[in-house]
């Protein structure tokens, strides 16, 4: 009887070992067309296989989609095709066709400068917004490097010039970059009052001043995982009356800050889509570090750790369900408004669009149902005659979601009421998804408080 079991789990191993070793294909050859800028090897680098690669048939499809996914994660292309051909019973060739976006952008400029877009229609002040003139040249060299140069005024003065994504080796693996960062402002948000941001404006002189000066490494050892480093240094000037009324925007009654900033970002993507991701997930870690210029008065540190953690699930072909959370610990020696904003900032809720809460602590907890009511398609306008901008693809979704969150600031007061408290929204929402990564939201939600609104925003929903 055991003898008879040992033979049949062994012809069973063996007939499966046959059975792959039929089904697989040895990729004999990588043919790449339409990549008039971009380099070979970097198309090379996010495939999920490499020339004399052995694939087995059933994981044939999943690493080709993979690979098609990870092209258009690069922001390089509009469209990519990948097709294979059998040249033998055992080899095949794949082919890749990529329509590369454009590049160079040579641009005016006339951009709002607010915490988000709704918050800058209900201020209804063009006054903040800023104008001039920028370039910008992604996929530079056809290396996929980015440089950056803008001159822009109004709301802020500001020059910036960048020049990232620079690769050290042949493997890519291994990256630098820079940038610079001069503003001057008229009008900055000084402080919190009744749940919402206080400003202070001088139309005749610079109130407050910030020059930014970072140095990036970027290590990337897989496709899907990143290892940031960033040094920088900060410079912050601010007008005596900003801190007569606020002692703490800066640090303890000082109008002039110098700092260094030590950050660490960790990334780890799988989404099909980043620019508008229905499955897969992303992971993030934030892990940071401020203390004060040797030479500063007062012995200045903070430290903060933000990790951000999303999901997405295809329930259906029409039915999709997104789930996912911020969270952030924060520790500092003294009190800092510039370095205790929480919500409102960079991490928002639904329904919070027009506040800001301080904090030293939050977590957000989303979640979001989406239903598709217009697939995603492409429509030639024949009436552009550059081909980079004559085809687009569109789709519509139907948004219904909750929020849930809590900030906690040792340092509240008793006019800010949302902060060390219990904060819930919900809503529902509209999303139009075009072509070079642009999201039109128009959603209508209403928070914990009974206060609620109709909101636009340009950004994808529960994202990164």
């Given amino acids: 009887m055991v003898k008879q079991l040992i033979i049949c789990i062994f012809l069973s191993v063996l007939s499966s070992a046959l059975l792959y ?28 296989f490499k020339k004399g690669d052995t694939l087995y048939i059933y994981d044939l499809e999943k690493s080709l989609t ?8 690069t922001s390089l292309f509009n469209y990519v095709t990948i097709s294979t051909e059998k040249v033998s019973e055992f080899h095949l060739d794949i082919s890749i066709s990529v329509e590369e976006r454009w590049y160079t952008w040579p641009s005016v400029i006339l951009k709002y400068d607010d915490r988000n877009f709704s918050a800058w229609l209900k201020a209804g002040d063009l006054s903040r917004s800023m104008y001039g003139v920028s370039l910008e040249r992604y996929n530079f060299r056809g290396r996929k490097e980015n440089l950056k140069m803008s001159f822009l005024s109004g709301y802020a003065n500001q020059f910036y010039v960048s020049y990232k994504n620079i690769s050290l080796d042949r493997n890519r693996k291994h990256f630098i970059g820079a940038d610079i960062e001069l503003s001057k402002q008229d009008e900055i948000i000084i402080k919190t009052e009744n749940n919402e941001p206080v400003t202070f404006n001088n139309r005749f002189r610079t109130v407050y001043e910030r020059q930014k000066y970072t140095l990036n490494y970027l290590y990337r050892p897989l496709i899907h995982s990143r290892h940031n480093f960033f040094l920088n240094f900060f410079k912050y000037n601010a007008a005596d009356t900003i801190i007569k009324i606020n002692p703490w925007f800066l640090l303890n009654g000082q109008s002039k800050l110098n700092c260094f900033t030590f950050d660490y970002l960790y990334t780890y993507d799988k989404r099909d889509l980043k620019a508008y991701p229905l499955e897969g997930s992303v992971f993030e870690m934030l892990i940071g570090h401020t203390i004060s210029s040797p030479s500063s008065d007062t012995k200045f540190f903070s430290t903060v750790i933000i990790p951000t953690y999303y999901r997405y699930f295809a329930l259906n072909d029409r039915f999709h369900y997104a789930a996912g959370f911020n969270l952030k610990l924060s520790l500092t020696n003294e009190q800092s408004y ?16 027009y506040n800001t809460i301080e904090g030293q602590y939050f977590l957000i907890i989303k979640n979001l149902f989406k239903i598709t009511l217009l697939n995603p398609r492409i429509s030639e306008l024949k009436f552009i005659p550059l081909k980079k901008f004559n085809k687009i693809h569109y789709a519509l979704y139907f948004n219904v979601f909750n929020d849930i969150g809590y900030v906690s600031d040792k340092y509240r007061t008793s006019d800010n009421s949302y902060s060390n408290k219990l904060l819930v929204s919900a809503g529902a929402g509209l999303d139009l998804v075009t072509y070079y990564d642009r999201t039109f939201r128009f959603e209508y939600s209403v928070n914990g408080f009974g206060k609620g609104g109709f909101f636009v925003h340009l950004t994808a929903p529960l994202n990164k």
Avoid: A, C
């Avoid at 993979?66 to 994660?73: A, D, G, K, V, Y």
């Avoid at 960079?346 to 919070?352: A, S, V």
């Fill in 66 to 73: 993979l690979s098609r996914e990870n092209l258009l994660n």
């Fill in 338 to 353: 510039i370095y205790s904003r929480s919500m409102g900032y960079n991490y928002n809720m639904h329904g919070f669009e």
């Fill in 21 to 48: 070793g039929q089904d697989k294909s040895v990729i004999n050859d990588i043919l790449i067309t339409g990549n008039h800028t971009t380099k070979e090897k970097v198309i090379l680098r996010e495939l999920n």
